[in-house]
């Protein structure tokens, strides 16, 4: 359990409505399905103009006999246990999200057959949350307007509109305003997605949030486009949406054009950060709560966006998003990119970790430094080792974390990061962790075609400070005194590493994807009575 002073310095970030939120959320005692009490709405038209993106790249099926999602597999029985106690609270969430229904491994009947399914078993439980009725509104609204992914079968679709109303005013109701963030930022979405797919009173009641929506928006993509969570991966999974927003008000002439001209900025904005947090090999960094397969891949959305006649519209200066703190630079055969920033926002960090001033290396489009991704999202030992200092490209001081961590998503004493300089082939962060907020880590980094070089500073001198170099999972390094070499698929990559410390290679878990974990090597040196550190990366 967490210290009282602990719970304070977390409690003291709320914002009003994040108490009333909460107040009214647990005097509810959870979510209470509603019924629409009107008739039922009907499309608005019949298919989208550009085609939806399938499955996430974690859903693998056969027909419905079983489903693995998060590398978590589940062989279903004559029917399909809703609650799915088995399987932990993130899977069951994306069981009730039916993103798995879009996989071409499935029927148009196996589709029809499981939603009707939903509807007549499962009349309250989990998937009446906020969350999960945000992100199903989406999938089952894009399958009745996909041509050919259910049947033509008209009283089946009355009962999933039917379904879709219910949906809409129990969310209506319960917008998850007590936690904010991209939770109430997809309420928005779903309702104003729905809004413009179909028509009728409900439907112009739900489009009503377009205001509102566009109003989150500018909070939280800010002027460099990133997503204010910091996490690559909710970056990826919201733009998706965006994008089928867009997708449907182009189908609806009239229905909202300000507001789609407004949402193509954004999402032009949105598409050129991406670019900025993508490695070589054409995925996403994982800085925060990030794992590959989760999210649609950049070149993905890149092609949804262009279908859409959107564009990547590129931060002001090359290689910087200065409000989110990420930097990437870029020479040779060297692609660096660095996380300087807060946890944000900070009334909701619950997706970030302690990476302050950490970063990750690609040398000739392999990764070779990565970050450690996350396994789940309940409290345990991988979840808090995926957010700790540890787990991380940086230096951990006098054996303290940068962030007061605790619970899955929970963050008390935060440190003070920022970017203080960025120029061309050159980033300068600083950090004070919150436990010892006197010592000022200060990183410079600098990439040219020859070598990436790291400068680590103290202020004040550091009683004990453990640096580290986490390395891509199947990576072999040869450490000799303070030089390592890592052989890679093409040369062999020599490192400098910063003199008076004891350096070892330690095995640590690395959590590429949710639910899989991993080996990999992790430089370790540690010293004490630390002032500075230098490092030197290079090619044989």
Excluded at 342 to 365: I, K, N, T, W
């Amino acid at each position: 359990m967490p210290s009282i002073p602990t719970v304070l310095r977390t409690l003291w970030y709320l914002r009003p409505e994040q108490w009333k939120g909460q107040l009214r959320h647990r005097l509810r005692g959870g979510v209470k399905p509603l019924r629409f009490d009107g008739k039922a709405p009907s499309l608005r038209f019949s298919a989208l103009g550009t085609h939806v993106l399938g499955a996430p790249g974690h859903v693998h099926c056969d027909g419905l006999a079983e489903l693995t999602m998060l590398n978590h597999p589940v062989v279903f029985g004559p029917e399909i246990d809703w609650e799915m106690a088995s399987a932990g609270p993130l899977w069951r969430y994306q069981l009730h999200q039916f993103d798995w229904a879009r996989s071409v491994r499935l029927s148009a009947e196996d589709r029809e057959r499981v939603i009707l399914d939903w509807i007549s078993r499962h009349p309250v439980g989990t998937g009446w949350d906020a969350g999960p009725i945000s992100l199903r509104l989406f999938t089952w609204l894009k399958l009745l307007l996909t041509e050919s992914a259910l049947p033509a079968n008209e009283e089946s679709r009355r009962r999933m509109l039917a379904s879709i109303a219910d949906q809409l005013v129990t969310l209506e109701a319960h917008l998850e305003t007590h936690l904010l963030a991209n939770h109430y930022l997809w309420n928005l979405l779903a309702l104003v997605f729905a809004g413009t797919c179909l028509e009728g009173r409900l439907a112009d009641s739900v489009f009503a949030y377009g205001e509102r929506l566009v109003a989150e928006l500018d909070e939280q993509f800010g002027d460099d486009g990133v997503h204010y969570e910091r996490s690559p991966m909710y970056h990826a999974l919201l733009l998706e949406t965006l994008l089928d927003l867009i997708n449907a008000l182009a189908a609806a002439p009239g229905r909202g054009d300000s507001l789609g001209a407004t949402l193509r900025e954004k999402a032009a904005r949105s598409l050129g950060a991406l670019e900025t947090l993508t490695h070589p090999d054409g995925d996403i960094a994982l800085f925060g709560d990030s794992a590959h397969g989760l999210a649609p891949r950049p070149s993905q959305l890149h092609a949804y966006g262009q279908a859409l006649g959107i564009r990547s519209s590129h931060p002001d200066e090359s290689g910087v998003l200065r409000p989110s703190g990420f930097v990437r630079l870029e020479a040779g055969p060297f692609v660096l990119l660095v996380s300087a920033g807060m946890p944000s926002p900070p009334y909701q960090p619950g997706h970030a970790h302690c990476d302050a001033l950490s970063f990750e290396l690609s040398v000739r489009g392999q990764r070779v430094v990565t970050d450690t991704g996350v396994f789940e999202y309940q409290p345990g030992p991988h979840r808090d080792h995926a957010r700790s200092t540890a787990a991380h490209a940086t230096v951990q001081i006098n054996g303290n974390e940068q962030a007061e961590t605790w619970a899955a998503h929970r963050i008390g004493g935060r440190p003070d990061v920022a970017l203080t300089r960025f120029e061309p082939g050159s980033a300068i962060g600083v950090c004070a962790g919150f436990a010892d907020p006197e010592v000022l880590h200060k990183r410079s980094f600098c990439v040219d075609s020859e070598a990436v070089t790291l400068e680590d500073s103290f202020d004040i001198e550091a009683a004990t400070a453990e640096f580290r170099l986490p390395l891509a999972p199947g990576l072999d390094p040869i450490l000799e005194g303070r030089r390592a070499r890592v052989p890679l698929a093409e040369g062999t990559l020599q490192i400098e590493l910063p003199a008076g410390l004891d350096w070892k290679i330690e095995m640590a878990a690395a959590y590429p994807e949710f639910g899989k974990a991993v080996e990999r090597p992790v430089l370790v040196g540690r010293g004490t009575r630390v002032t500075a550190g230098s490092w030197t990366l290079s090619l044989a």
